[in-house]
């Protein structure tokens, strides 16, 4: 349910949607990050960048997903910062992969 929430971006769904992004549980965190990530979404960089730094790598994970969905220059900023700094190596990993995707998109059909 949480997924098709993104579909439907709009101001309220993203407000509802980082509210459940902060909550404790850790599958609807992950959930609502991905459900943030859709096309030019700006508005979920932030609280998506933040997420980042989750103790839970899968809440983790799922922002980068999201930051690699949103395709912006923000968010693929983002992206770099955590595949060079990010203190977890598998976290690193996969935001440089996800940034190559983003890029791979950018320079494609966009």
Known sequence: MI???????SPAVNA???DILKG???AASAAAAIALGSLGN???VEPLSKAIVSENPRV?????RGLGRIGT???RAVLASAATSHPDASVRRRAEAE??????HQGGSR
């Open 3 to 9: 997924y098709a929430a993104g579909v439907h971006s």
């Open 16 to 18: 509802e949607l980082i």
């Open 24 to 26: 404790s549980d850790g």
């Open 42 to 44: 700006a508005a979920a």
């Open 60 to 64: 983790a994970m799922a922002a980068i």
């Open 73 to 75: 220059a923000e968010a």
């Open 99 to 104: 940034l190559r995707v983003s890029e791979a």
